[in-house]
């Protein structure tokens, strides 16, 4: 059984920053790319960044230059360093993953984590 269990979320000023974790476990042959959602209240849930393998990126414009997402394939652990941390970033954080499990490659969610900027 493969989980993805998300971290680090919490309360921070604005301006402020955080660093969130996901760590995928279980039957794990390999991860393909890793993304990081989010879903603020009364709101559709938000595609902010994705990662390969390789570690090539993309991220959307609403995010693009305050957060960086990294992984570290050793640890099946995708990151999600945000910085100048603004009130509309306050939502529930969800990391995505495609994961290869017995030669499989399945689409896995997290819990997610809670952010919330206030003043």
């Known amino acids: 059984q493969v989980q993805l269990v998300e971290s680090g979320g919490g309360l921070v000023q604005p301006g402020g920053s955080l660093r969130l974790s996901c760590a995928a476990s279980?039957?794990?042959?390999?991860?393909?790319?890793m993304r990081w959602y989010r879903q603020g209240p009364g709101k559709e849930r938000e595609f902010l960044a994705h990662i390969t393998h390789t570690s090539g990126t993309n991220y959307a414009d609403s995010v693009k230059g305050r957060f960086t997402i990294s992984r570290d394939n050793a640890k099946n652990t995708v990151y999600l360093q945000m910085t100048s941390l603004k009130p509309e970033d306050t939502a529930v954080y969800y990391c995505?993953?495609?994961?290869?499990?017995?030669?499989?490659?399945?689409?896995?969610w997290g819990q997610g984590t809670q952010v919330t900027v206030f003043s």
């Open positions: 995505n993953a495609d994961i290869y499990e017995q030669s499989m490659l399945r689409n896995y």
């Open positions: 279980g039957s794990i042959l390999g991860i393909s790319i």
